[in-house]
């Protein structure tokens, strides 16, 4: 089944969100990684891992899709939060792509909402 403009820009947001959490990854673990970085890091792995499968759910327009992005939501501003409190370019670009990505998400979930609610 082919996916809506909608549908195909919150995948390529997710993907982009992906993106700039591996990018901003690698570049901290090149800077040499502090202790006070690590909590930093693993919730750029959860927010990558994350935007990855609600993309493959909304791509397959899953039943679960709604949890999925709910918990992307809740993952993304957690990560966009802590990538503010960075002073490093890359954290802060980092943090305005996971702001976007929830953002992003959270327009689609109301938007899915309000259409699967008519048909209850």
Known sequence: MLKTETENNVIQT???CITACETCLTMSIQEGLPASLRDSVN???DC?????LT???IS???ANMRRIIKE???ICRKCAEECYKQSQEH?????????????TCEKYLQKETA?????L
């Open 91 to 103: 954290y802060q670009l980092c943090g305005d792509i996971c702001q976007e990505c929830y953002q």
């Open 60 to 62: 397959r327009s899953s």
């Open 43 to 45: 919730l750029q792995r």
């Open 14 to 16: 997710l993907n982009k």
């Open 72 to 74: 992307c939501i809740e």
């Open 48 to 52: 990558i891992d994350i935007c990855a």
């Open 115 to 119: 259409i699967n609610s008519k048909w």
């Open 55 to 57: 993309a493959r759910f």
